[in-house]
């Protein structure tokens, strides 16, 4: 009996998620850990896993809560960090990848997950999946630590394109609501627009045509805006979307898994000094580990590609099987609500909406 039959036996009632078992710095063995450990706390999934079978069948053999509900696609190249975005476009036809993006293109999966070269993974799949009608430029929704009740604040764009023009900003607040209202269950979300101030006087041209844009809509689109926050509004719970370029973006993401990173480290090199440091950490042991599952990178790995005709995660490259597991459940949950769908319909909204405007003030 194929992985292929298996699975379609397996997978009623099932979410399908593909996955690029290639793409990761740790290699396809880690990989499959993440996806095994996935499906031990989640029997309501099921995966397609891409990379070369022979191997693959070895990894997946290991972890018998797999069988049944996985299916390995052969795909004998793999992109590497290196590979220049057009190369891969050119010549990926064979890589993991690309079968995993295939798959959703195929309408065989809901979502892709992949931790491989993020510009290589963008490219393909906007030109694979295509933009949604309507859509200017994608980008990368990520999850940030924060004190509002859900926990997280969404980011994006967190680097799918250093430019963004107002119109762009525009777009990425209402795919940033359609995530948070799928993702987190907000009915009203709030969104703000980082800059290097509140003042309405600061900022670039485009900032402020994009204030007005998206304050001009919050009222059609349901959704509440804050007006300008800064970087410090990136942990509050004064704002659930934060929209901005994504330049911008991601240095404030790498700069936050840094500080996540130096805290760790800080914290564990302060326990360590003395005798009487030592014995604190042991009474303090539960409180440290809820702090550390709290900001551990880990925990909040996948980036979400907005803007496209299917739904892609990334997860960061150097994810291990803990960071995989957290990409692939968040991949699950979008797959699960019809994110992709819902996201498509926010976005014709807003074309019809833009649209509306134009005939209103005259311009062709």
Same mark, same amino acid.
């Given at each position: 009996? %194929?992985?292929? %039959? =298996?699975?379609?036996?397996?997978?009623?009632?099932?979410?399908?998620?593909?996955?690029?078992?290639?793409?990761?710095?740790?290699?396809?063995?880690?990989?499959?850990?993440?996806?095994?450990?996935?499906?031990?706390?989640? =029997?309501?999934?099921? &995966?397609?896993?891409?990379?070369?079978?022979?191997?693959?069948?070895?990894?997946?053999?290991?972890?018998?809560?797999?069988?049944?509900?996985?299916?390995?696609?052969?795909?004998?190249?793999?992109?590497?960090?290196?590979?220049?975005?057009?190369?891969?476009?050119?010549?990926?036809?064979?890589?993991?990848?690309?079968?995993?993006?295939?798959?959703?293109?195929? @309408?065989?999966?809901?979502?892709?997950?992949?931790?491989?070269?993020?510009?290589?993974?963008? +490219?393909?799949? $906007?030109?694979?999946?295509?933009?949604?009608?309507?859509?200017?430029?994608? !980008?990368?929704? *990520? /999850?940030?630590?924060?004190?509002?009740?859900?926990?997280?604040?969404?980011?994006?764009?967190?680097? !799918?394109?250093?430019?963004?023009?107002?119109?762009?900003?525009?777009?990425?607040? /209402?795919?940033?609501?359609?995530?948070?209202?799928?993702?987190?269950?907000?009915?009203?979300?709030?969104?703000?627009?980082?800059?290097?101030?509140?003042?309405?006087?600061?900022?670039?041209?485009?900032?402020?045509?994009?204030?007005?844009?998206?304050?001009?809509?919050?009222?059609?689109?349901?959704?509440?805006?804050?007006?300008?926050?800064? @970087?410090?509004? #990136?942990?509050?719970?004064?704002?659930?979307?934060?929209? %901005?370029?994504?330049?911008?973006?991601?240095?404030?993401?790498?700069?936050?898994?840094? %500080?996540?990173? #130096?805290?760790?480290?800080?914290?564990?090199?302060?326990?360590?000094?003395?005798?009487?440091?030592?014995?604190?950490? +042991? /009474? !303090?042991?539960?409180?440290?580990?809820?702090?550390?599952?709290?900001?551990?990178?880990?925990?909040?790995?996948?980036? *979400? &590609?907005?803007?496209?005709?299917?739904?892609?995660?990334?997860?960061?490259?150097?994810?291990?099987?803990?960071? $995989?597991?957290?990409?692939?459940? +968040?991949?699950?949950? #979008?797959?699960?609500?019809? &994110?992709?769908?819902?996201?498509?319909?926010?976005?014709?909204?807003?074309?019809?909406?833009?649209?509306?405007?134009?005939?209103?003030?005259?311009?062709?």
């Amino acid at each position: 009996m %194929t992985a292929s %039959t =298996d699975l379609s036996k397996a997978g009623a009632g099932r979410t399908i998620i593909s996955v690029d078992a290639m793409g990761g710095d740790e290699g396809p063995a880690t990989v499959v850990a993440g996806v095994s450990r996935s499906a031990h706390k989640n =029997d309501k999934i099921g &995966f397609i896993l891409h990379g070369p079978k022979v191997e693959l069948e070895k990894l997946v053999a290991k972890r018998r809560n797999l069988a049944g509900i996985c299916e390995i696609r052969d795909a004998t190249d793999v992109v590497s960090m290196e590979d220049k975005p057009a190369q891969v476009l050119r010549s990926g036809k064979s890589t993991s990848m690309w079968s995993a993006i295939e798959s959703v293109r195929n @309408g065989e999966a809901e979502v892709c997950v992949s931790c491989g070269n993020t510009g290589a993974l963008m +490219l393909m799949s $906007v030109v694979r999946l295509r933009k949604l009608s309507g859509v200017y430029r994608p !980008a990368i929704a *990520v /999850l940030w630590p924060s004190r509002n009740p859900q926990g997280f604040n969404v980011l994006l764009d967190g680097g !799918a394109d250093i430019r963004a023009d107002a119109k762009d900003l525009m777009q990425y607040a /209402l795919m940033g609501i359609s995530y948070a209202r799928n993702g987190f269950g907000l009915e009203r979300p709030r969104v703000g627009l980082l800059n290097v101030g509140t003042e309405e006087h600061k900022g670039r041209a485009e900032l402020k045509e994009a204030y007005d844009l998206i304050n001009a809509n919050a009222k059609r689109a349901d959704f509440e805006f804050v007006g300008f926050v800064e @970087g410090k509004d #990136l942990p509050g719970d004064g704002v659930d979307v934060i929209v %901005t370029d994504g330049f911008t973006g991601n240095v404030a993401l790498k700069t936050g898994e840094g %500080t996540a990173t #130096l805290i760790g480290e800080l914290l564990r090199k302060a326990f360590r000094h003395t005798i009487w440091s030592r014995m604190a950490s +042991l /009474l !303090a042991y539960t409180s440290m580990r809820r702090l550390k599952e709290r900001i551990d990178p880990r925990r909040v790995n996948g980036g *979400v &590609f907005l803007g496209l005709n299917g739904t892609v995660v990334k997860s960061h490259g150097a994810a291990d099987a803990t960071g $995989v597991a957290a990409a692939v459940k +968040l991949a699950h949950q #979008l797959g699960e609500s019809g &994110f992709s769908g819902k996201l498509a319909a926010r976005v014709a909204s807003a074309a019809m909406l833009s649209d509306e405007e134009e005939n209103e003030s005259g311009i062709e």
